[in-house]
């Protein structure tokens, strides 16, 4: 019998008082020794049977439990070599209090930073577009379409919509937007962030290599140039497991109640 299991199964007796399903109990169990670090990202569960046997539970029961962790994403199965503990995501800090790229973030951390294109072209603006980037319906609109990649792990796919005018060729853009827009003297210098929590879809999910229905980030933003002129709209799905937004809050002054 493995530590592992070992680990598991004193947290098992440590429940068994709760009255809980058995699964549940299990499912916890398995939980709170990966919280403790009783088991570590990367090490092997204990098999099916193992478990069975030494819990004194049925296989199936065992099975529920590790599929919904497996859903939670707090374990992964591994086709033909079995469930390991899933690897822990280093989380990322991002302010939002100042406006930079992708590509320059994660550049300041240190992380190599890669794109995946999932689209790029010229279309014909959606309602939404044409309303925040001040589009006619005989204008076109630049999308341009990215699951972006750090130290090899997706973090966000990131949708951003420009008018065609400000970005003529979106295939020509190389690995950065922001730098590309630099280069034409159409770089925002501000931005309105709107951010909400979304259950993540089949498609999304399969794409930022989570499982179908864990949190994550819906992030819309907004930005101007100097002008005052929108620039670019971007709507993205960030992982809710790999990013923390932090903001500094000041006490507003005299007069400044309620501004936004
Ligand atoms: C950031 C922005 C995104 C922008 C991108 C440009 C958020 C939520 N999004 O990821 O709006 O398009 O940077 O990055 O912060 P790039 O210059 O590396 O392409």
Same mark, same amino acid.
């Given at each position: 019998m493995?530590?592992?299991?070992?680990?598991?199964?004193?947290?098992? %007796?440590q429940? @068994?008082?709760s009255?809980?399903?058995?699964?549940?109990?299990?499912? %916890?169990?398995?939980?709170?020794?990966?919280?403790? +670090?009783?088991i570590?990202?990367?090490?092997?569960?204990p098999s099916?049977?193992?478990?069975?046997? %030494?819990?004194?539970?049925?296989?199936?029961?065992?099975?529920?439990?590790?599929?919904?962790?497996? %859903?939670?994403?707090?374990l992964?199965?591994?086709?033909?070599?079995?469930t390991?503990?899933?690897?822990?995501?280093e989380?990322?800090?991002?302010?939002l209090s100042?406006?930079?790229? $992708?590509?320059?973030?994660? @550049?300041?951390?240190?992380?190599?930073?890669?794109?995946?294109?999932?689209?790029?072209?010229l279309?014909?603006?959606?309602?939404?577009?044409?309303?925040?980037?001040?589009?006619?319906?005989?204008?076109?609109?630049?999308r341009v379409?990215?699951?972006?990649? @750090?130290?090899?792990?997706?973090?966000a796919?990131?949708?951003?919509a420009?008018?065609?005018?400000?970005?003529?060729?979106?295939?020509?853009?190389g690995?950065?937007?922001y @730098?590309?827009?630099?280069?034409?003297?159409?770089r925002?210098?501000?931005?309105?962030?709107?951010?909400?929590?979304a259950?993540?879809?089949?498609d999304d999910a399969?794409?930022?290599e989570?499982?179908?229905g864990?949190?994550?980030?819906h992030?819309?933003?907004i930005?101007?140039?100097?002008? +005052?002129?929108?620039?670019? $709209?971007?709507?993205?799905?960030y992982?809710?497991?790999?990013y923390? $937004?932090?903001?500094?809050l000041?006490?507003?002054?005299?007069?400044?109640e309620?501004?936004?």
């Open positions: 493995s530590e592992a299991a070992d680990q598991i199964f004193a947290m098992l %007796k429940s @068994a008082q009255g809980a399903p058995l699964y549940l109990q299990l499912r %916890k169990s398995i939980e709170d020794a990966v919280n403790r +670090g009783l570590g990202p990367g090490d092997a569960l099916e049977r193992d478990i069975a046997s %030494k819990a004194d539970i049925s296989r199936v029961t065992v099975r529920k439990a590790v599929q919904d962790l497996v %859903k939670g994403g707090i992964v199965q591994r086709h033909g070599s079995g390991f503990v899933a690897p822990r995501m989380r990322v800090e991002q302010s100042r406006l930079t790229s $992708f590509t320059e973030d994660m @550049a300041r951390r240190g992380m190599a930073v890669r794109s995946a294109w999932l689209d790029r072209g279309y014909a603006p959606s309602p939404d577009e044409m309303m925040v980037l001040g589009l006619s319906s005989n204008e076109l609109v630049a379409a990215r699951l972006r990649i @750090a130290n090899d792990t997706p973090l796919i990131e949708r951003a420009l008018s065609a005018s400000v970005l003529p060729d979106p295939a020509a853009i690995s950065s937007l @730098a590309a827009l630099e280069t034409t003297g159409h925002p210098v501000r931005a309105v962030q709107r951010i909400s929590a259950n993540l879809g089949d399969r794409l930022l989570v499982p179908s864990i949190a994550g980030l992030i819309e933003r930005s101007y140039l100097a002008s +005052g002129k929108v620039i670019e $709209f971007t709507r993205s799905i992982r809710g497991d790999a923390d $937004f932090v903001a500094e000041r006490l507003s002054g005299p007069g400044e309620g501004r936004p």
